[in-house]
């Protein structure tokens, strides 16, 4: 089990990571008259969270466009991918279905 060194070096990492990314978002300087407390606070909630906000570009693609989850897209690719296979093994003439085997 880890300690609470393990935890505080975690969010502190965390914290850089959220500096870097605000860094990047007002181009390496904060905007004028917020207060230190202020960007301390973004800094948090950042480093907290992955999405700042749940607007239509930082939130769920399934509640804005009604679009399915990654984990849901990969099962779909894979689901076709085995249902080509099947497809491949299976030779349709005159009306009955044979099934072709592999010759090693």
């Not at 990571?17 to 960007?39: F, M, Q, S």
């Not at 399915?68 to 990969?74: V, W």
Request: hydrophobic share 35%; glycine share 8%.
């Amino acid at each position: 089990m880890r300690g609470i060194a393990y935890r505080r070096h975690t969010e502190a990492r965390e914290k850089a990571r959220a500096l870097r990314k605000l860094k990047a978002r007002w181009t390496w300087t904060p905007p004028e008259g917020r207060p230190t407390a202020y960007i301390a606070a973004q800094i948090g909630m950042l480093a907290a969270t992955r999405a700042p906000c749940s607007c239509y570009a930082c939130g769920n693609p399934r509640r804005h466009f009604g679009e399915p989850l990654m984990a849901e897209k990969r099962a779909q690719d894979g689901f076709l991918v085995s249902l080509e296979d099947m497809q491949s093994q299976i030779f349709c003439h005159g009306g009955q279905i044979k099934i072709l085997e592999e010759t090693t």
